[in-house]
């Protein structure tokens, strides 16, 4: 079975700053998205950013990157010039390429952006 | 946005009594899933549906019961509801295409006493 780990319960930094949230996955899967997904306080889960793991590249949306590290099952958030919109809970996420497209989510990391 | 509601949008119920919790689509998609967030825990699959009358278990289905008679309702059942079913409960849907991407509605909060 797929598993997701996020690390870091908690995370705070300033307005402007650039802030990297991460996430490790494990799976014996080739293919498979990876996904960010952001919850504030309004608890709508919003998608953030998508990665397909045979793309090498890494995706962009935005503000928002990832350092998509296939090898050492890496799958990394940066947020640049951080607002205070940011502030929310992210969960990063894994789906099989095949099947029903059942999401397995971390624990989620809550992000704090200070004025 | 996508068209998903779900209702009630907060319930307290009592230990032992049944609840069902509904989710409506008007985006006409295949897919539709139950999760539960939990803190710690983020989100867990309860069951999900690929199809009219065609539905399976996820990683925390006990407990849970589902049915889906319309392509745009699926309802999740407590049959008799524990303390330990306190949570927020989310559904999502998906088109099943390339995209991959599922939308997911506002969330119940559930309370058992």
């Known amino acids: 079975a797929q598993t997701v780990t996020q690390s870091q319960p908690e995370m705070s930094v300033q307005e402007a700053e650039t802030v990297t949230l991460s996430c490790t996955y494990d799976?014996?899967?080739?293919?498979?998205?990876l996904f960010w997904y952001k919850q504030p306080p309004s608890r709508q889960m919003i998608l953030v950013i998508r990665?397909?793991?045979?793309?090498?590249q890494n995706a962009t949306e935005n503000r928002f990157s990832v350092n998509f590290q296939k090898a050492a099952k890496s799958f990394s958030l940066k947020i640049s010039d951080s607002q205070l919109g940011d502030t929310a809970m992210y969960f990063c996420?894994?789906?099989?390429?095949?099947?029903?497209?059942?999401?397995?989510f971390g624990q989620g990391t809550r992000l704090t952006i200070n004025p | 946005d996508a068209g998903i509601t779900q209702s009630p949008r907060h319930k307290v119920t009592e230990t032992g009594t049944p609840v069902t919790l509904r989710c409506h689509q008007t985006?006409?998609?295949?897919?539709m899933y139950w999760y539960r967030q939990d803190p710690g825990h983020g989100l867990r699959l309860i069951h999900y549906?690929?199809?009219?009358?065609?539905?399976d278990k996820g990683e925390v289905s006990d407990g849970y019961s589902v049915s889906r008679s319309k392509t745009e309702d699926f309802l999740l059942t407590l049959e008799s509801a524990t303390s330990s079913q306190t949570s927020v409960y989310f559904c999502?849907?998906?088109?099943?295409?390339?995209?991959?991407?599922?939308?997911f509605g506002p969330g119940t909060r559930l309370t058992v006493t």
């Open positions: 999502a849907i998906s088109e099943g295409l390339a995209t991959y991407e599922q939308y």
């Open positions: 799976t014996s899967e080739n293919n498979y998205y």
């Open positions: 990665q397909e793991a045979y793309k090498q």
């Open positions: 996420a894994f789906m099989g390429h095949q099947g029903a497209q059942k999401l397995v």
């Open positions: 985006e006409n998609h295949r897919y």
């Open positions: 549906s690929y199809g009219v009358k065609d539905t």
